[in-house]
């Protein structure tokens, strides 16, 4: 342990302390340094983590702080705190409470005036953005995609307007449905980066138009395969053709029943729009 470096830990102090997503070297020497130190870790599962201290030769106590147990834990490891013990709390991989626990945690401590101190270190999303070739100057990340495919398809509706670049994170046995979800709603000239299995040695950043990205998945089972994270252009400005959706979306179904023009002038009084710019766009988008 001569090796681990020496850092101050305060006592009655709760730290953050990201770990590597796949790639150990990407530690952090003052992470190093805290988990040694501390009291106590608080870990999303004690023998992933265990593994980890194990290869760094670090002793520290563990306790178990996962999804099922921290609301119930959280007065538990807070009361621990303000008695002067330090703690640290890490999740399985990367930085805690992005995807992972350790909100409730964090919020009872700052509730109960406990100092929280967080360590700068490894984080899935901002490894796979800064690589992923897609505007970085406005982003979003939206978690882990529902289960169900109506809802992912109504996520999808909800934020296909949007002009930021959307950050999702897959699990593999449902990337091929989530990404024929995302198809359906956002169409295949989308751009797309699957950022997979990021630090490890099989890593894959592809970036594609959604049409071609489905089909590249979809002849190459390795590519269904380990931890993702998707990355959705924001809707270009030039691409939302200047007019709201529901707009479109009026003049698509009047137009099934009326012609164009008449249409195209209901539309543009309804939503205060130019009736040329709706004609043109229905010229272009919808079916004679």
């Known amino acids: 342990m001569s090796n681990i470096p020496s850092v101050v830990v305060d006592a009655a102090t709760l730290y953050i302390v990201p770990t590597p ?10 992470a190093l340094a805290v988990l040694n130190q501390v009291d106590i870790i608080a870990a999303e599962d004690t023998r992933h983590t265990g593994r980890l201290l194990s290869h760094f030769g670090i002793q520290t106590r563990t306790m178990a702080l996962h999804d099922h147990n921290e609301q119930q834990k959280a007065d538990q490891v807070v009361a621990q705190l303000t008695e002067g013990k330090s703690i640290a709390l890490v999740s399985d991989a990367g930085t805690p409470l992005i995807s ?14 406990v100092k929280v101190v967080p360590l700068p270190g490894p984080c899935a999303v901002i490894t796979a953005l800064s690589a992923s070739g897609l505007p970085s100057d406005r ?3 939206e978690g ?18 949007a002009s930021r670049t959307l950050i ?8 091929m449905d989530s ?6 709603v956002l169409g295949p000239d989308r751009e797309v980066v699957l950022a997979r299995e990021l630090t490890k040695t099989f890593e894959t950043i592809h970036m594609a138009p959604l049409g071609e990205l489905v089909a590249w998945c979809q002849a190459d089972d390795n590519q ?14 030039k691409d939302q053709d200047e007019l709201p959706a529901k707009a479109r979306q009026a003049l698509a179904l009047l137009a099934k029943e009326l012609p164009l023009k008449k249409a195209a002038a209901i539309c543009a009084e309804l939503y205060d729009l130019k009736k040329n710019a709706l004609y043109k766009w229905g010229l272009e988008h919808l079916d004679a």
Not at 168 to 175: A, L, Q, V
Not at 179 to 184: F, G, T
Not at 228 to 235: D, R, T
């Open 139 to 141: 982003f979003s990340f």
């Open 100 to 113: 992972d626990p350790g909100y409730h945690l964090v919020n009872r401590c700052r509730q109960a005036g």
């Open 179 to 184: 990404l024929a979800d995302m198809l359906a």
């Open 224 to 237: 269904q395969k380990g931890e993702m994270v998707l990355l959705v252009a924001g809707l270009r400005k």
């Open 168 to 175: 999702f994170y897959e699990s593999p046995h449902r990337i």
């Open 144 to 161: 882990f995609l529902p289960p169900k495919s109506k809802a992912r398809q109504d996520r999808f509706t909800e934020l296909r307007e």
């Open 21 to 30: 997503i796949g790639n150990l070297a990407d530690i952090t020497q003052r």
